[in-house]
Each structure stands twice: as C-alpha cells, then as structure tokens.
C-alpha cells in the first residue's frame, strides 16, 4: 500500500506538475520505505500519537485530546 501511494505522489509530482504534500504524524528518523521525488514535499507533525496508548482509559483520552489540539496547531504554522 505504501509503494502504490508513493507511486501514485511521485506521477502527481513529475508528470501531471502538481504541488503535493506528504505530512506524517510521527515519521522521526525512520526514512520513507520507497523513493520519494524531490518534487514531494514531506513535513513530518513531530505527534507521537502512539505513546497515548501506554496509560489507562482516562489518561489516554486526555492525551489524544492534547495531540490532536497539538496537531492542528502544527497544520496552521505550516500554512
């Protein structure tokens, strides 16, 4: 599924010149699985949505609250 997506980024990118945008939530240093175009731009949010799920019921509601608050903090600085 990765590839195809990836794919499907670089055809909009190189053949069709559309701008597209690659956001990640929580990508850090692990690198993208397949070549991306250097037309792609990728922007990674820094959420590490998976930590929530290290607590009890209530305490990850509140987190995933606070990340979600988080990430669209992070979306409109990217604007």
């Given at each position: 599924m990765?590839?195809?997506?990836?794919?499907?980024?670089?055809y909009?990118?190189?053949?069709l010149?559309?701008?597209?945008?690659?956001?990640?939530?929580?990508?850090?240093?692990h690198?993208?699985?397949?070549?991306?175009?250097?037309?792609?731009?990728?922007?990674?949010?820094?959420?590490r949505?998976h930590?929530?799920?290290?607590?009890?019921l209530?305490?990850?509601?509140?987190?995933?609250?606070?990340?979600n608050?988080?990430?669209?903090?992070?979306l409109?600085?990217?604007k």
């Amino acid at each position: 599924m990765e590839r195809i997506f990836v794919d499907k980024m670089n055809y909009l990118a190189d053949k069709l010149h559309h701008e597209v945008y690659l956001i990640t939530s929580s990508q850090g240093n692990h690198p993208i699985s397949f070549p991306l175009s250097p037309h792609v731009r990728h922007i990674d949010l820094d959420i590490r949505y998976h930590m929530q799920y290290q607590y009890r019921l209530l305490k990850r509601l509140w987190l995933k609250f606070k990340l979600n608050r988080l990430c669209k903090r992070h979306l409109k600085k990217k604007k």
